[in-house]
């Protein structure tokens, strides 16, 4: 079984800076550094999306296109944590933004079997 628990969301003014974190609690049988951990988000009235995620130390990360080059994730393994850095953030990102975890990566929100509660970014204009 696996626990995910993200903070770090708040209101934040367009062009600013934001960390999301995401621990994540190991139990039998579980290895962290075996699952692919995503960030997904929801934002109202709209379908909930992959914005990041960070498999193997071999695999490339991957970023949705509107968050590339503003975004950027990444993992401690020692603390069995995932960071979401997002600079110059926009209206538009203003959503509930989940950690979830799966053995592997997808950009699809259905595969991730295991999902925290969310933490709310608002970002103000």
């Known amino acids: 079984e696996v626990q995910l628990q993200a903070s770090g969301g708040g209101l934040v003014q367009a062009g600013g800076s934001l960390r999301l974190s995401c621990a994540v609690s190991e139990f039998t049988g579980f290895n962290f550094d075996d699952y692919c951990i995503g960030w997904l988000r929801q934002a109202p009235g709209k379908e909930r999306e992959v914005v990041s995620h960070?498999?193997?130390?071999?695999?490339?990360?991957y970023y949705t296109d509107s968050v590339k080059g503003r975004f950027t994730i990444s993992r401690d393994y020692a603390k069995n944590t995932v960071y979401l850095q997002m600079n110059n953030v926009k209206p538009e990102d203003t959503a509930v933004y989940y950690c979830?975890?799966?053995?592997?990566?997808?950009?699809?929100?259905?595969?991730?079997?295991?999902r925290g509660q969310g933490t709310l970014v608002t970002v103000s204009s």
């Open positions: 979830a975890a799966e053995l592997y990566c997808s950009t699809s929100h259905y595969v991730y079997g295991y």
């Open positions: 960070t498999g193997s130390r071999e695999e490339p990360t």
